[in-house]
Structures are given as C-alpha cells and as structure tokens.
C-alpha cells in the first residue's frame, strides 16, 4: 500500500548521476535510509550523505498545474494569412488529487500530448508552473522524473529485443537492486497478463500487446504517479480491458493517474475529475457525474427510420421543438440522422413525444431516453460533439512534422 514516498535528491554531483534514490515509507514512522549496493559492489553510505529530502504526504495533490502556456512555430508558405504560433495549451489550469484518476479529455489536436508532455519534462512550458506532489515541476525537473511512469503515444520498443529484455533494461535505468527488479518485473508481467508475449521479440508484438508492454514498463518502480497519453487508443476490446482493470487496481492500491483520452466511455469509466479541454483552453472542470447533473432534463434519441433522410428527421425535428417538453435538439449525421433532444425528467414525455410524432405521420424506428452523459457534456459546453470536433482537429494538424519533432527533442 503506498502511503508516503519519499525521495531524496543527493547534493554530491557525482553521486546523483548514479543514485537518485527513492522509497516508500509508511507515514508517521521514522524513514531509514539503507545503504545502496552498487553493481561493482561498492556500498554507498547513504545516511552519511547531504541529501535534500522530498516525503510526499497525503495532503499534497498528485499534480497542480497553474496558468500553464505552450505555443509552437508553424512552419508555413510565405504568403500564407495563417499566424505564426500555435497555442497547443493556453493557461490551463487544475488541480489531481492523490489516490484518484484525472482525465484529460479534448478531441484531436485539442493540447492535451502537450500538456502531458510538459508534465513529464519532455518539453518546456512558455509560461506557467506545475507541482508534482508539492515539488515544483520547473525548478526540480530531475527530482519529479522519478515520481512518476509515463507512457506516451510514442513507440520506442527495439524489435530486436524481447518484452522481457526491454523490462530488465528498463530495472537497471530505474536503479533497482537484483532482488527487486526480479519481483517487480514478474509482478508487472503478471499485472498485464503479458507471460505468453514476454520472450517473444517485441517487433512481433501486436499494438495492445506493445501498449502493455508500455503500461508494464511505466509501472516497474512501482511509481506513486502515472501520466498516460490516450491509454488504450486504437485497441482490441481484451487489451482495454485488462490496461482498465490494472488502472483500476493501481488506483485502489493508493496510486494517482493522470490520462488523456478522447473516449468519452473511458474517461465516464475510470476518472473521478475530468478536465475538457478545446484548442488549448479548459472548457469545463469537474466530476463527470456533477458535470452531467448539472444540465439538468433527460436526453432522447429518436430514428424514423432505420436509415432516415436528412430533409425527414429534420421536419420530425422542427414539429418535436414547440412541444412543451422538448427544450433543444439538433441531428446526429454520425448516427444516421438521428434526432438527439433535451427534454424535461419525466416518464410521460416518452408517451407524449412519440403521440405528437405519430399523429403528424411519423414512424418511430427507435427512441431512448437517458440521463446527460459526457458528450452531451462537451455538446452544451462547445456547441459540436466531440465526434464532429474530432475530424476538425484531424484535419488541423500535420502528423509527419509532429512526430519529427517530438523525435528530436
Ligand atoms: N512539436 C510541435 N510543433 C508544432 N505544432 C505542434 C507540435 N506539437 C503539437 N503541435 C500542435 O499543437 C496542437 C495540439 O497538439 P496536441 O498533440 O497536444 O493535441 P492532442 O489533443 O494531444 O491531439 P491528439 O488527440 O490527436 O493526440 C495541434 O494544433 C498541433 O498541431
């Protein structure tokens, strides 16, 4: 159970480089130090050291970002009119608590591998500041790197090596001893169902299997904090699953995440916050079920027909808004122009919504009613859905030049 964690950063130049040293202790009692046993059987005398220790307590949020900026240059045709500078992410600012997990949810190319990024000291912000369990993320970067796993969109496997390889390579950067990197590396494994994979080369991994491997990696100093960019984007149904439930799992055992995702379900399901966030700015902040229940009414959906023409929801649409209970609504094309309504709670507005639709000639094919989920979240707080805001940000961003980037930071 992790209670407390405390890492301490040694003054000694030299030996920094080789022993950042970190630890979890319970809370309330005395934290001893051990001696660290170097490879070349060297023993450090580590009480005997100056160290700056850091001790992660409870009441210390896992991340507070404040007013954080980043911008980057486009690259761009002379005569073009478009500016100079993008804002990827704009004075975002939030607060995720230890022992939960906080979702970043935006559509394409909305800021949030940015933000993510700077959180892990892959980049620098332009302006702003951040703490990572009350340390300061700009001043103390070498310090926070060890608090946290991070598993960006990335992929950094060498196809020559086997999962297992990659997970001992990954023990030693981490500085663990033999004892502990054995028990660790069998216990991730495990954790990400990954035995039948794990000495295979990872060049035949599929992409679940190469995202778990990331998961198991990320989660090999068993680190109080993960920052996970879009976990589980792009996967099969048993890879998202089981990267679900070791999250969960994680989360129980006292651990902090913070993800990105631009699946409602995914953030419905796992986060206690979650941040919207559109073109770099925050647009709505909260518990995905006080941001829900704050739209009040109930939401339907009603097809006309299985497949029904533009021009015919439309005009069953028109007649549904002057009903007195119906207090906005617009078509989905994405679901077959289906028509998506506000109405006030109740169980008489089905009955009355499908009359008022049948007696004006109209068919029901299909209606449901529910409570606001998250995209109608997103739908009231931006005026599109995150489906429609998605292929706009897709279209927005060049892909290659990214990554080319990214790669030579
Ligand atoms: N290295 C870079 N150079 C130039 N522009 C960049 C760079 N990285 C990101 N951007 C731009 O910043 C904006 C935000 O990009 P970012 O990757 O953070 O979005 P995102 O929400 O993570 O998108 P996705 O869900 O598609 O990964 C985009 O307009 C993108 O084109």
Redesign the pocket.
């Known amino acids: 159970m992790m209670t407390s964690f405390i890492l301490a950063h040694f003054s000694h130049k030299r030996l920094h480089k080789i022993a950042s040293y970190n630890h979890f202790g319970v809370r309330g009692k005395p934290y001893k130090l051990p001696n660290l046993f170097l490879k070349t059987g060297k023993v450090l005398p580590l009480r005997k050291l100056s160290c700056q220790v850091f001790e992660i307590t409870r009441d210390k949020p896992a991340v507070k970002v404040d007013e954080l900026s980043k911008s ?3 690259e761009k045709s002379r005569d073009s009119k478009q500016p100079s500078r ?1 804002d ?2 704009k004075q975002v600012s939030f607060v995720a608590r230890q022992g939960e997990v906080f979702g970043l949810l ?10 993510l990024r700077c959180l892990a000291t892959l980049i620098a912000p332009d302006s702003g500041t951040f703490e990572i369990f009350g340390v300061n993320g700009i001043k103390h970067p070498d310090i926070i790197r060890h608090m946290f796993g991070y598993v960006g ?1 990335e992929e950094g496997f060498d196809k020559v090596l086997t999962g297992r390889e990659h997970l001992k390579l990954f023990a030693d950067l981490y500085h663990l001893s033999r004892e502990e990197s054995c028990h660790n590396i069998e216990a991730v494994i495990q954790m990400l169902n990954l035995e039948e994979f794990i000495d295979r080369l990872t060049g035949t991994y599929s992409g679940g299997i190469k995202r778990r491997l990331d998961l198991a990696i990320a989660l090999l100093s068993r680190p109080p904090l993960l920052i996970l ?2 976990p589980s984007v792009g996967l099969d149904v048993a890879s998202r699953s089981i990267i679900w439930d070791v999250l969960k799992g994680y989360k129980e055992n006292g651990g902090s995440v913070v993800l ?1 995702s ?1 699946y409602l379900e995914e953030v419905d399901i796992l986060a206690d916050q979650v941040l919207i ?1 559109e073109k ?1 700015r925050v647009i709505a902040q909260g518990r995905p079920r006080d941001l829900k229940e704050s739209l009040g009414g109930d939401r339907v959906t009603i097809r006309i027909k299985e497949f029904t023409p533009f021009e015919e929801s439309k005009a069953a649409l028109d007649i549904l808004l002057k009903s007195e209970w119906v207090h906005g609504g617009n078509i989905n094309l994405s679901m077959g122009n289906a028509i998506e309504l506000v109405v006030s709670s109740g169980d008489m507005v089905a009955n009355g919504i499908q009359k008022v639709l049948r007696e004006r000639g109209f068919q029901v094919f299909s209606y449901t009613q529910s409570k606001p989920s998250l995209g109608d979240v997103y739908l009231a707080a931006t005026g599109r859905t995150l489906f429609e805001a998605d292929i706009v ?2 279209d ?3 892909p290659k ?2 990554k080319k ?2 790669m030579t930071i």
């Open positions: 980057f240059k486009i993008v990827s992410v935006g559509p394409n190319a909305s800021g949030k591998t940015t933000l969109q960019d879009e990105t631009h966030i770099g940000g897709r927005s961003r060049d030049r990214i980037e990214r």
